[in-house]
């Protein structure tokens, strides 16, 4: 008979840290994974650099749409943003972001990450 999969002596759970306490009980604490913020951060500070680029009647859309070329054109920030959208959705990066373009972006991002998934 093989062996189980599974080691109860030590669980593991994605994006968790996993604590037995004296009661002998299992916590499992979620932690946002850092990819998530440091995208998040790239993203914003991207944006506010485009925004301030950009002559003051772009629109938010040309902006995202500049962002979005930017983030597919530079594979260390194209890569966090891929690894952040699968820990933590999309919801969760546009929580992170402030600024006006952001809902553009993040509608950006999520079809980008649909097509980048399906090939």
């Known amino acids: 008979m093989e062996g189980s999969k599974f080691n109860i002596q030590e669980p593991r759970f ?11 009980k299992m916590k499992v604490e979620i932690h946002q994974p850092q990819t998530l913020s440091e ?9 506010e650099q485009l925004s301030k680029s950009y002559p003051a009647n772009t629109t938010e859309k040309e902006i ?5 070329k930017r983030i597919e054109n530079n594979p ?4 966090k943003v891929i690894s ?22 993040i509608a ?7 097509k980048k998934n399906c090939k």
Do not use: M
């Not at 995208?39 to 944006?47: D, H, V």
């Not at 260390?76 to 890569?79: A, K, P, R």
């Open 14 to 24: 994605h994006n968790s840290q996993v604590q037995i306490g004296d009661d002998n």
């Open 39 to 47: 995208a998040a951060a790239e993203i914003q500070k991207l944006l």
């Open 64 to 68: 995202a749409n500049a962002a979005i």
């Open 76 to 79: 260390t920030l194209s890569g």
């Open 84 to 105: 952040a959208l699968k820990a933590g959705g999309t919801q969760a990066l546009a929580q992170s972001l402030n600024h006006p373009a952001a809902s553009f972006v």
């Open 108 to 114: 950006a991002l999520e079809d980008w990450y649909k």
